[in-house]
């Protein structure tokens, strides 16, 4: 018996049969024109027409609602424990674990995972599966065009138009960075200014991360770097507070208002010290005040800014300390325009403010030692930027003068030859001395405000840069300005090193044309005496010429 199933189908459904030969024309369908729909027909003139064989689509847009992330805290807690254990007492714990030791089936467990364990440690000491193949190459020097984007933009949530004055960056790497927001100039202020200061998660650029609420605006503010949780700050009154970010959004402590700065505190730095809670702050009123924040009743100590020789008392702009040059050394930025370098520990107290470096024309926004180099730093103030050897009174090297005023500047962490500027045309200026030292290697233009704070994360990668309307730009910068060159510091140890000598050699120039200058002066003064001498002889020999001739005509 054969089985068989049959399947039906229309023809209609094969489409059309296959021919394998070619064939003449063959008529499919012969449609003739209708008469009555040829008298309806009304000629249209002009005639534009769009013949499209793909499905007409139309686009429509919608707003969604913006999703706003929020921190919240989770706390956990140790589990797994017995009831009558609390794993909170230590001799709860301690007595338990003695008896889980001494149970057989404990014992045959962690010698059944023991062989386990040895094996997968034997192939791990056989193959490092953490093994860098290329660690300490550098790469070639990459071709790609130089460039920065945008990441996100921080506006100040509250009502007032303020400045975002400082910026700092948390000390762990993280994308959280701290921003100060104050109104410098008195007269602008409103009655009703608003003081909070954020710290945000450039992550989440709609929300501030958390508030800080002073009692007066903040200035200059910087997170501790053995305590990340505490976040000092200088206020627009003269105080200096300590936020802990654990407690709340009120200052910890603040220095009395007696004993504190009698103007704005611009610039402050945490200390290097065991403790981690010595910092030192500086103001337009001319001082320099050390706190501890265990004990904010008083500045453990104080110095007033004045040169050597002088009574002038100048008032600090910014603050240059860096460990690496020395625990104890640091160096002012002045609204007068000069640089001062200073020492806590001088063996004099007179020594304590040392050189004085003058060659801006306006008050110094910027000062920061090169991070490879520590005997070389930036200065930023009225139209240029800088570079100085500290062992020189003149600038080694120094941009050309720009067109609108220079508010800021810092080094790249990452690279020895590269260094931001900011304006007050909102232009961020990259600087490559490497390729080239006549103009800037990129320019971003951040915004139409002028700029008044910039920070560099320490990967070198990510920069916040502030305006006067309180806004943040978080700018990316590519790879080009971020990984180090090949020969990059032989060649800029070079160029620093060749500018130094020169303007050694420019210093001992101008110094033996002032020796030969004073000698000359001398010369002249000398000749000038002889010739005077000569002639009162020659006036003297005169008279006692006629009176002779007189007397022997008597």
């Given at each position: 018996?054969?089985?068989?199933?049959?399947?039906?189908?229309?023809?209609?459904?094969?489409?059309?049969?296959?021919?394998?030969?070619?064939?003449?024309?063959?008529?499919?369908?012969?449609?003739?024109?209708?008469?009555?729909?040829?008298?309806?027909?009304?000629?249209?003139?002009?005639?534009?027409?769009?013949?499209?064989?793909?499905?007409?689509?139309?686009?429509?847009?919608?707003?969604?609602?913006?999703?706003?992330?929020?921190?919240?805290?989770?706390?956990?807690?140790?589990?797994?424990?017995?009831?009558?254990?609390?794993?909170?007492?230590?001799?709860?714990?301690i007595r338990y674990r003695k008896k889980v030791e001494k149970d057989e089936e404990y014992i045959k467990s962690v010698t059944a995972l023991g062989?386990?364990?040895?094996?997968?440690?034997?192939?791990?000491?056989?193959?490092?599966?953490?093994?860098?193949?290329?660690?300490?190459?550098?790469?070639?020097?990459?071709?790609?065009?130089?460039?920065?984007?945008?990441?996100?933009?921080?506006?100040?949530?509250?009502?007032?138009?303020?400045?975002?004055?400082?910026?700092?960056?948390?000390?762990?790497?993280?994308?959280?960075?701290?921003?100060?927001?104050?109104?410098?100039?008195?007269?602008?202020?409103?009655?009703?200014?608003?003081?909070?200061?954020?710290?945000?998660?450039?992550?989440?650029?709609?929300?501030?991360?958390?508030?800080?609420?002073?009692?007066?605006?903040?200035?200059?503010?910087?997170?501790?770097?053995?305590?990340?949780?505490?976040?000092?700050?200088?206020?627009?009154?003269?105080?200096?507070?300590?936020?802990?970010?654990?407690?709340?959004?009120?200052?910890?402590?603040?220095?009395?208002?007696?004993?504190?700065?009698?103007?704005?505190?611009?610039?402050?730095?945490?200390?290097?010290?065991?403790?981690?809670?010595?910092?030192?702050?500086?103001?337009?009123?001319?001082?320099?005040?050390?706190?501890?924040?265990?004990?904010?009743?008083?500045?453990?100590?104080?110095?007033?800014?004045?040169?050597?020789?002088?009574?002038?008392?100048?008032?600090?702009?910014?603050?240059?300390?860096?460990?690496?040059?020395?625990?104890?050394?640091?160096?002012?930025?002045?609204?007068?325009?000069?640089?001062?370098?200073?020492?806590?520990?001088?063996?004099?107290?007179?020594?304590?403010?040392?050189?004085?470096?003058?060659?801006?024309?306006?008050?110094?926004?910027?000062?920061?030692?090169?991070?490879?180099?520590?005997?070389?730093?930036?200065?930023?103030?009225?139209?240029?930027?800088?570079?100085?050897?500290?062992?020189?009174?003149?600038?080694?090297?120094?941009?050309?003068?720009?067109?609108?005023?220079?508010?800021?500047?810092?080094?790249?962490?990452?690279?020895?030859?590269?260094?931001?500027?900011?304006?007050?045309?909102?232009?961020?200026?990259?600087?490559?001395?490497?390729?080239?030292?006549?103009?800037?290697?990129?320019?971003?233009?951040?915004?139409?405000?002028?700029?008044?704070?910039?920070?560099?994360?320490?990967?070198?990668?990510?920069?916040?840069?502030?305006?006067?309307?309180?806004?943040?730009?978080?700018?990316?910068?590519?790879?080009?300005?971020?990984?180090?060159?090949?020969?990059?510091?032989?060649?800029?140890?070079?160029?620093?090193?060749?500018?130094?000598?020169?303007?050694?050699?420019?210093?001992?120039?101008?110094?033996?044309?002032?020796?030969?200058?004073?000698?000359?002066?001398?010369?002249?003064?000398?000749?000038?005496?002889?010739?005077?001498?000569?002639e009162q002889d020659i006036l003297k020999l005169e008279k006692e010429f006629h009176d002779s001739i007189e007397g022997t005509a008597h």
């Amino acid at each position: 018996m054969e089985i068989y199933h049959q399947y039906v189908r229309l023809r209609k459904d094969f489409g059309r049969y296959p021919v394998f030969v070619d064939e003449g024309a063959e008529m499919l369908a012969d449609i003739r024109p209708n008469e009555e729909h040829a008298k309806e027909h009304i000629e249209r003139n002009p005639v534009t027409t769009v013949a499209q064989v793909v499905p007409e689509m139309s686009e429509h847009e919608v707003n969604t609602t913006a999703v706003v992330f929020a921190t919240k805290a989770m706390n956990h807690v140790e589990g797994g424990w017995p009831k009558e254990v609390d794993y909170t007492e230590a001799e709860h714990v301690i007595r338990y674990r003695k008896k889980v030791e001494k149970d057989e089936e404990y014992i045959k467990s962690v010698t059944a995972l023991g062989a386990v364990i040895e094996d997968l440690v034997k192939a791990n000491n056989a193959v490092d599966i953490y093994e860098e193949y290329f660690a300490g190459k550098i790469l070639e020097q990459s071709t790609e065009a130089l460039s920065a984007k945008t990441l996100a933009v921080l506006r100040d949530p509250s009502n007032g138009k303020r400045g975002a004055q400082y910026l700092s960056w948390h000390p762990d790497g993280s994308c959280k960075v701290a921003v100060a927001y104050s109104i410098l100039e008195f007269q602008q202020q409103p009655d009703n200014c608003p003081m909070s200061s954020y710290i945000w998660d450039v992550s989440n650029p709609n929300t501030p991360d958390f508030e800080l609420t002073p009692q007066s605006q903040l200035t200059s503010i910087n997170f501790n770097l053995k305590d990340t949780s505490l976040v000092g700050a200088g206020q627009y009154n003269g105080q200096f507070a300590y936020f802990d970010m654990r407690k709340g959004s009120t200052p910890v402590d603040a220095s009395p208002i007696e004993h504190s700065h009698r103007d704005p505190v611009y610039d402050f730095a945490w200390l290097q010290s065991k403790t981690g809670t010595e910092c030192m702050s500086v103001s337009t009123d001319g001082s320099v005040l050390w706190w501890d924040i265990r004990k904010l009743g008083e500045p453990t100590e104080s110095l007033t800014l004045k040169e050597r020789g002088s009574e002038t008392i100048l008032g600090a702009m910014s603050l240059e300390y860096n460990p690496q040059a020395g625990p104890t050394k640091f160096m002012i930025g002045t609204e007068q325009g000069n640089i001062m370098t200073c020492n806590r520990k001088a063996k004099n107290p007179q020594d304590r403010v040392g050189a004085s470096f003058p060659g801006h024309h306006g008050p110094v926004y910027g000062l920061v030692r090169n991070p490879f180099y520590p005997k070389y730093f930036l200065s930023i103030g009225d139209w240029t930027a800088r570079i100085w050897n500290e062992d020189l009174k003149t600038p080694i090297m120094t941009s050309k003068y720009h067109s609108s005023y220079l508010t800021g500047g810092r080094w790249s962490p990452t690279r020895p030859g590269v260094f931001y500027t900011i304006k007050m045309d909102g232009c961020l200026d990259v600087w490559d001395y490497f390729y080239k030292q006549n103009d800037p290697t990129l320019q971003v233009q951040v915004t139409d405000q002028p700029l008044t704070s910039l920070r560099v994360m320490d990967s070198g990668r990510i920069a916040a840069v502030g305006s006067a309307d309180g806004t943040t730009t978080i700018v990316q910068f590519s790879d080009g300005l971020v990984d180090i060159q090949p020969n990059e510091k032989q060649a800029l140890t070079s160029v620093f090193e060749r500018e130094t000598n020169r303007e050694k050699n420019l210093e001992k120039a101008v110094k033996e044309a002032k020796v030969k200058a004073r000698k000359e002066a001398a010369k002249t003064s000398e000749s000038d005496k002889d010739r005077a001498l000569d002639e009162q002889d020659i006036l003297k020999l005169e008279k006692e010429f006629h009176d002779s001739i007189e007397g022997t005509a008597h």
